[in-house]
């Protein structure tokens, strides 16, 4: 009798959690194939590269302060010397932005 019911909550539980997982791993291997090679691959570019190109650190209070859809359209619409990153569905801007969100 009991397990009749609780495996449906097992399920859902299940469901949420993997749910869940996805959405963090998909911002991250989004980020290692779209992102690092420019911002390094925890947010902190290799000197040449921000030398040369300008880019700053996560660590940069500038870069801090910039909300999730403010790095989303940078992604979306590009942000001087950076081009929009192609090949992205809306769903993975969200993800990759909010992954972004927690490089320190
Ligand atoms: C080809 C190199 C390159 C790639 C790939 C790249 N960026 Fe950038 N990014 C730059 C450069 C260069 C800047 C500095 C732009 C400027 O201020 O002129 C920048 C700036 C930014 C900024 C700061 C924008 C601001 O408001 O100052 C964010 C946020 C950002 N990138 C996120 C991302 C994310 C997320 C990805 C992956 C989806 C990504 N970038 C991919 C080169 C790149």
Known sequence: MTHRFRSPILLAATVLLAGAMSFAEDGSAIYKSKCAMCHGSTGTPNPAMAQSMGIKPVTDPAI?????????????SGKGKMHPVAGLTDAQVKDVAAYFKTLK
């Open 64 to 76: 801090k302060a910039l909300t999730a859809d403010q790095i989303a359209s940078t992604v979306k």
